[in-house]
């Protein structure tokens, strides 16, 4: 099921018009948030028995000093024995209206609010010091409350965001909270999906408080999932291989036949009717032994790839090109036959990216039924940006380039990013073990595969991701995110799929 995503600046128009169009005032919203906030720290069972609750000066502090007041009633109801303090950690005094008031009735309740609070001795710290609206990094005394917070054995809940985290690039602001759980408000913000921002979220929980998202209608959707993000192509008892696609797969230097191999096992994998091997005479015997249900295509030279690549091409139903292709001469005439020849989606990966990179004439044979697979090198050289400047807005540069090529950009990294120049898909699905050599040739083999069998270019895309990481962490768990190889991906696509359909 997709959820949508939201920005800092969406999150507060929402906030606004479910107050000023649905009638909801913001304090009734602010101790919405904070029962709910309390709700899951009794549900994670978490010990409360020395509680600090650590609230800056805005809104997001007005939920801590909620939280306070609201947990300790919950204590009593229950009978536990708890001790429940706040410390007011809002820049030079400053704080808003609504966090006064909450404050001021946290103090009338009897919950006492100190002046150094006792991190060391604390089970249980509450993070509202900042919120999504964190603009500039922290330094000085917050700096040095949050280096204690991170020290302590505490368990730390964070109120919607871990405070140091941008909401909008998950950027560590300077220093950031590190927190075991973050109760989110409403919708998950971008930061919280994006690392560095998604490790220091620890267990992350959306939680509803009536917030309307109407204000939002019409406008680019970010979205994410915890399962499938598209449904998988029906199969009927009466189809035959033609009814789920061929797949052509063009790659493979001489020498290079285990890009090839990984490419067209995961496709087969997923689902693919029939896989082609368009590569080098030299790789044959190996592909033949490695994977003999695929039809293989061989060349030799300049001739043969101007008389067999071009019909091939033609009469595939998604093709890829890149895994292994090398960047010589003769990789370049293959790039520039297949862009020239190929009439169905094709995934563009690797070397053929770096030589795109090298020959941007090559952009203009790219039609908008194109996914390129590049991980951050690769995007780097493709837009002439600094790799910390792509990961800085990861949002905006796939989704920027997606619109400025007209391509489907699943731009690769701990947290994929997927982007259509409209709609950006955050998959979040795998784990460490994917940075292994002939991770990537098993996911272009997963979109190709699904693309092939007619599924929209945009959905096979994030659900091709989707499986791939899938299939990474269920391999992991029997190897080791250390031992897992690229064909553990994707001999392990099938119980992807068994679990997500």
């Given at each position: 099921?997709?959820?949508?995503?939201?920005?800092?600046?969406?999150?507060?128009?929402?906030?606004?018009?479910?107050?000023?169009e649905k009638g909801i005032p913001s304090r009734t919203l602010m101790e919405r948030a904070a029962e709910a906030v309390v709700c899951e720290i009794l549900n994670e069972h978490l010990d409360i028995s020395r509680v600090s609750v650590l609230c800056g000066g805005g809104n997001n502090g007005g939920d801590g000093f909620a939280i306070a007041r609201?947990?300790?009633?919950?204590?009593?109801?229950?009978?536990?024995?708890?001790?429940?303090?706040?410390?007011?950690?809002?820049?030079?005094?400053?704080?808003?209206?609504?966090?006064?008031?909450?404050?001021?009735?946290?103090?009338?309740?009897?919950?006492?609010?100190?002046?150094?609070?006792?991190?060391?001795?604390?089970?249980?710290?509450?993070?509202?010091?900042?919120?999504?609206?964190?603009?500039?990094?922290?330094?000085?005394?917050?700096?040095?409350?949050?280096?204690?917070?991170?020290?302590?054995?505490?368990?730390?809940?964070?109120?919607d965001i871990p405070s140091g985290i941008d909401a909008d690039t998950g950027a560590v602001m300077g220093i950031a909270v590190e927190a075991d759980i973050t109760v989110t408000i409403a919708r998950k913000k971008i930061g919280q999906l994006l690392y560095p921002g998604a490790e220091k979220c620890g267990k992350l929980i959306k939680v509803d408080i009536g917030i309307e998202t109407e204000?939002?209608?019409?406008?680019?959707?970010?979205?994410?999932?915890?399962?499938?993000?598209?449904?998988?192509?029906?199969?009927?008892?009466?189809?035959?291989?033609?009814?789920?696609?061929?797949?052509?797969?063009?790659?493979?230097?001489?020498?290079?036949?285990?890009a090839a191999y990984l490419s067209a096992l995961a496709a087969y994998r997923s689902g693919a009717g029939l896989v082609r091997i368009f590569t080098s005479e030299k790789n044959r015997i190996i592909l033949q032994t490695l994977i003999p249900e695929a039809v293989l295509i061989t060349y030799s030279?300049?001739?043969?790839?101007?008389?067999?690549?071009?019909?091939?091409?033609?009469?595939?139903?998604?093709?890829?090109?890149?895994?292994?292709?090398?960047?010589?001469?003769?990789?370049?005439?293959?790039l520039e036959t297949v862009?020239?020849?190929?009439?169905?989606?094709?995934?563009?990966?690797?070397?053929?990216?770096?030589?795109?990179?090298?020959?941007?004439?090559?952009?203009?044979y790219i039609g908008k039924n194109t996914v390129i697979?590049?991980?951050?090198?690769?995007?780097?050289?493709?837009?002439?940006?600094?790799?910390?400047?792509l990961k800085s807005n990861a949002i905006e540069s796939a989704l920027s380039f997606a619109m400025e090529k007209g391509v489907i950009c699943c731009m690769k990294d701990a947290a994929s990013v997927i982007s259509d120049g409209n709609r950006v898909y955050i998959c979040k699905s795998g784990c460490s073990a994917l940075s292994k050599g002939g991770s990537g040739d098993v996911l272009t083999g997963i979109i190709a595969s699904l693309a092939a069998q007619k599924t929209d270019i945009f959905e096979a895309s994030c659900t091709g991701a989707f499986l791939h990481g899938k299939a990474g962490t269920i391999a992991s768990e029997k190897l080791t995110e250390y031992s897992l190889l690229a064909r553990d991906i994707a001999e392990n696509i099938s119980n992807a799929i068994l679990e997500s359909i």
């Open positions: 099921m997709l959820e949508e995503i939201l920005t800092s600046e969406q999150m507060k128009r929402c906030d606004l018009y479910t107050m000023e609201f947990l300790a009633q919950r204590a009593r109801e229950r009978g536990i024995d708890s001790s429940i303090v706040t410390f007011f950690a809002g820049v030079n005094g400053r704080e808003s209206e609504e966090c006064a008031y909450q404050r001021k009735k946290a103090l009338s309740s009897g919950i006492p609010e100190v002046s150094n609070p006792d991190i060391e001795a604390s089970t249980l710290i509450v993070d509202a010091i900042f919120g999504i609206g964190l603009k500039g990094n922290i330094e000085g005394d917050i700096a040095a409350l949050i280096e204690r917070i991170n020290e302590s054995s505490a368990k730390v809940v964070s109120v204000a939002l209608y019409g406008e680019s959707t970010v979205f994410s999932s915890e399962e499938i993000p598209f449904p998988m192509l029906r199969r009927s008892p009466s189809s035959n291989k033609g009814d789920f696609g061929k797949v052509l797969i063009v790659a493979g230097a001489e020498n290079m036949a285990g030279t300049e001739e043969d790839i101007k008389a067999l690549l071009p019909e091939a091409a033609r009469s595939s139903d998604s093709l890829v090109i890149g895994p292994g292709l090398s960047k010589s001469s003769m990789a370049s005439l293959i862009l020239k020849s190929a009439v169905c989606p094709l995934i563009i990966d690797a070397d053929a990216l770096n030589l795109i990179s090298e020959n941007e004439v090559l952009w203009k697979t590049p991980h951050m090198g690769e995007m780097s050289r493709l837009t002439g940006k600094s790799i910390a400047s």
